[in-house]
């Protein structure tokens, strides 16, 4: 699933301190893609406000990065007595165009069988 987020006007290429400072300030607008969903580990897995940390940002080809990012979630279920966080660390690939800064994010998005018929 590729989202497209503007990025301010520039005339150079941008370096990795401006490109993860830019980021940096769009983590609100992009963090339900950069968490994906939770049920994976549990309908009741929620995301920890403001956990996600950018680790790093790797340069892989002319225009093409990936940024390695951590966030932690929660899981809370009284009945069960479960009340553990956990840190999870994923990477996600992006381009940078001349207006725009282009990411190619996995669905992970739990289909129900409904929408696999």
């Known amino acids: 699933m590729r989202r497209t987020v503007p990025l301010k006007y520039r005339q150079t290429d941008p370096n990795p301190l401006e490109l993860t400072e830019h980021i940096r300030q769009i983590i609100p607008k992009i963090a339900d893609d950069l968490v994906g969903s939770l049920e994976w580990y549990s309908q009741n897995a929620h995301i920890v406000p403001d956990s996600i940390k950018i680790i790093s940002l790797e ?37 940078v165009t001349q207006d725009a800064l ?10 129900a069988m409904s929408d696999e018929l």
């Open 102 to 111: 282009v990411f190619d994010f996995i669905d992970n998005d739990r289909h």
């Open 59 to 95: 340069h892989l080809q002319q225009s093409r990065y990936k940024l390695n990012y951590s966030f932690r979630w929660n899981v809370f279920n009284a009945c069960l007595d479960i009340d553990a966080y956990e840190t999870t660390t994923q990477s996600v690939n992006f381009n």
